[in-house]
């Protein structure tokens, strides 16, 4: 089963500065099935990027995911106070389909 | 786009079962996978299988196998996962999920997960 392990576990940071948030997985992971998705409070998840690199429609571009192998990132380039969430990496591909245990952004 | 709708709220005792419904519009049903994800209060996304619609065909997260049963009525565009002999652990809230395909600008199939029903709480207490 291959673990993923996100890091910080929680990042506060103020408007307008730029996060990075990592995804280490425990063995390689390719790239087309590697998600990120944000999740705010009392909300269902979000998909963000896909792929480890595509956003997905409606998605603004301050969102930027990255990396391959075992080693992925999500970058917000310009923290909105919106953007305080949950956020989680995901594997899609053969079972088990795994997240992350979550970064928490704090605005 | 697409819309996944659940029920609000099951209320449950230890070792009874519980058979949430997840019912799917604004897409054809039977060509994305349906995914079942639970989350407890204040904790992470535990993935629990996946169903394919268009056979009824299901993958079951190990943790789960032996108690959880995934199915679809195609008839009502339906999906269902039953969590049999349910302990207090077991209460969370439980998202149905559409799994889709995008394709980056070079053509690349990337997978996620990008419609999610609202969840139903399912509290399994005594």
């Known amino acids: 089963e291959i673990v993923l392990t996100q890091s910080p576990d929680t990042l506060s940071l103020s408007p307008g500065e730029r996060a990075t948030l990592s995804c280490r997985a425990s063995q390689s992971v390719d790239s087309n099935q590697l998600a990120w998705y944000q999740q705010k409070p009392g909300q269902a998840p979000r998909l963000l990027i896909c792929?480890?690199?595509t956003r997905v429609p409606g998605i603004p571009d301050r969102f930027s995911g990255g990396g391959s192998g075992t080693d992925f990132s999500l970058t917000i380039s310009r923290l909105e106070p919106e953007d305080s969430a949950v956020y989680y990496c995901?594997?899609?591909?053969?079972?088990?389909?795994?997240f992350g245990q979550g970064t928490k952004v704090e605005i | 786009q697409g819309q996944l709708v659940q029920p609000g709220v099951e209320v449950k005792k230890p070792g009874a079962s519980v058979k949430v419904s997840c019912k799917a519009s604004?897409?054809?049903?039977?060509?994305?996978?349906i995914n079942w994800v639970r989350q407890a209060t204040g904790q992470g996304l535990e993935w629990m299988g996946w169903m394919n619609p268009n056979n009824g065909g299901a993958v079951y997260e190990k943790t789960f196998q032996g108690r959880v049963t995934m199915t679809r009525d195609t008839s009502t565009n339906t999906a269902y996962m039953e969590l049999s002999s349910l302990r207090s652990e077991d209460t969370a809230t439980y998202y149905c999920v559409r799994g889709a395909i995008y394709f980056s600008g070079s053509g690349t199939r990337n997978y996620g997960m990008d419609v999610w029903g609202q969840g139903t709480t399912v509290t399994v207490s005594s």
């Open positions: 792929g480890a690199s």
């Open positions: 604004g897409y054809p049903f039977t060509t994305y996978d």
């Open positions: 995901h594997r899609y591909g053969p079972s088990p389909r795994t």
